[in-house]
């Protein structure tokens, strides 16, 4: 079946510091991937939507320029958290599909961060 | 817009018994309507989903659930809970527009020896 692997599952950066997300559909093209962020016991938030090849699309009241994404192939996506901060401290899970309409969504194993 | 209602933030059962775990949509257009499962620090895994057609629902693991439209449910069942059942559950209707989920708060299941 379809794999989305997430790397690295842990990371622990300094304040200031950015840190990236890699987020690959191992076997099939992933045209939309999508992030998302869960807090401590709460749901999944949508952070943005990516699609190959053009700019991500974010959610309201989540800022681009700090949690910024890239898709630039069709197996392949990354989240940058830039100048993190401990509130930037999370579980952030991405999850592709190839063909969106079927609704085929494989998630990855999710990316512990953690900002001291 | 569309919302989903999770009843109950933990559920406790005893191993071999049902397992119930409730969800409540909002939609104004018909509904795609998943169930996912996640165990510690792990990412999400389909149990089921609903999208048109047979309005019950078998998934994986024995888990089951029923789409009625007239109570705008969709609740998981399991018969006979196994320790290995325990996780977080998470119900989710999709937008049909954008193609995003939209998550329930999610319910905690624990499983009694």
């Known amino acids: 079946g379809a794999v989305v692997s997430q790397h690295p599952s842990r990371v622990i950066c300094k304040s200031g510091t950015s840190v990236k997300i890699e987020c690959r559909s191992l076997?099939?093209?992933?045209?939309?991937m999508f992030w998302y962020r869960q807090f401590p016991k709460q749901s999944l938030m949508l952070m943005a939507t990516?699609?190959?090849?053009?700019?991500?699309?974010?959610e309201q009241g989540v800022e681009k320029d700090k949690f910024l994404i890239n898709h630039a192939s069709l197996t392949l996506s990354t989240l940058t958290v830039t100048s993190a901060h401990p509130e930037d401290s999370s579980f952030y899970i991405c999850?592709?599909?190839?063909?969106?309409?079927?609704?085929?969504?494989?998630f990855g194993s999710g990316t512990r961060l953690t900002v001291v | 817009a569309q919302s989903v209602t999770q009843l109950g933030s933990h559920v406790s059962v005893s191993e071999g018994a049902l397992v119930l775990l409730r969800c409540n949509y909002s939609?104004?257009?018909?509904?795609?309507l998943f169930w996912y499962v996640q165990y510690p620090n792990q990412g999400l895994q389909l149990l089921l989903k609903?999208?048109?057609?047979?309005?019950l629902v078998k998934g994986i693991n024995g888990f089951e659930a029923e789409f009625k439209k007239s109570e705008t449910s969709f609740h998981l069942t399991k018969p006979s809970a196994h320790m290995s059942d325990a996780a977080e559950y998470f119900c989710?209707?999709?937008?049909?527009?954008?193609?995003?989920?939209?998550f329930g708060t999610g319910t905690r299941l624990k499983v009694l020896a």
């Open positions: 939609s104004s257009v018909p509904p795609y």
């Open positions: 609903y999208t048109t057609g047979a309005t």
């Open positions: 999850s592709a599909a190839q063909e969106p309409a079927n609704y085929g969504y494989t």
């Open positions: 990516s699609n190959e090849g053009s700019k991500a699309t974010y």
């Open positions: 076997d099939f093209q992933a045209t939309t």
């Open positions: 989710a209707v999709s937008d049909q527009g954008t193609y995003k989920y939209i």
